[in-house]
């Protein structure tokens, strides 16, 4: 199976794209998905985690008390690197799996990823798609959508990896600020694209 790594910035487009190319069939895995997943209620890694943190690390429900989790982890490197060492192979498993469809006949899927560059992930793809836009259109959509203050979304924006550097690693690149009708075509053209490269 070829896999396509699609990554980008906060707020790049990466979901409204990825459901374009969802749109004529190609199958995709969210990294972020997968990694909530995989520590649902029910799953060996909570269990773990509940073990290591104690019962405390879960909410009254029995899920995971994310914002307690990171708290710890903040203030306790060491605790990070277990839960990461825990976390990262399930992970990287599941995110196999998923890219792996039964009965799929395309030749290619797509890994969407906001840190595949910044992780190990990006030894997952064959290819990388970058969906790219300028700085300030970023910052705009992302206040738009998640009614982040400027401040907050640029902090954001300055922990992930540079715009420049990101397009460096590219093979493709989705140019996000057209209308959705023009990044809607491109999307058509890369996909044809794919599946002849990949056909
Ligand atoms: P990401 O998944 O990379 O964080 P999203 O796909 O959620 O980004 O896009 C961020 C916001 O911008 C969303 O509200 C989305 O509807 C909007 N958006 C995405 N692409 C376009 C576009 N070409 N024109 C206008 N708005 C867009």
Redesign the pocket.
């Known amino acids: 199976m070829n896999i396509i790594g699609l990554t980008?910035?906060?707020?790049?487009?990466?979901?409204?794209?990825?459901r374009q190319f969802g749109d004529h069939g190609v199958h995709w895995v969210d990294a972020d998905d997968v990694a909530r997943e995989v520590v649902e209620p029910g799953m060996p890694a909570l269990a773990a985690i509940a073990d290591h943190f104690g019962q405390d690390i879960l909410t009254p429900e029995g899920a995971l008390d994310r914002a307690r989790l990171r708290h710890i982890i903040f203030e306790q490197p060491e605790q990070r690197a277990w839960l990461e060492s825990l976390l990262h192979p399930i992970i990287r498993e599941e995110l196999i799996r998923q890219l792996h469809p039964a009965d799929y006949t395309l030749p290619y899927v797509l890994l969407?990823s906001?840190l595949l560059l910044e992780t190990d992930q990006h030894k997952l793809v064959d290819k990388v798609l970058v969906?790219d836009?300028p700085v300030d259109i970023q910052i705009a959509?992302?206040m738009?959508?998640d009614t982040n203050s400027r401040e907050q979304v640029e902090r954001i924006i300055a922990a992930q990896m540079p715009r420049e550097q990101r397009i460096a690693k590219a093979h493709a690149i989705v140019d996000?600020?057209?209308?959705?009708e023009?990044?809607a075509a491109e999307v058509r053209a890369l996909h044809e694209k794919f599946m002849v490269d990949f056909g």
């Open positions: 980008g910035g906060i707020g790049s487009g990466k979901s409204t794209i990825v969407v906001p969906v836009v959509r992302t738009a959508r996000n600020s057209q209308p959705t023009k990044v």
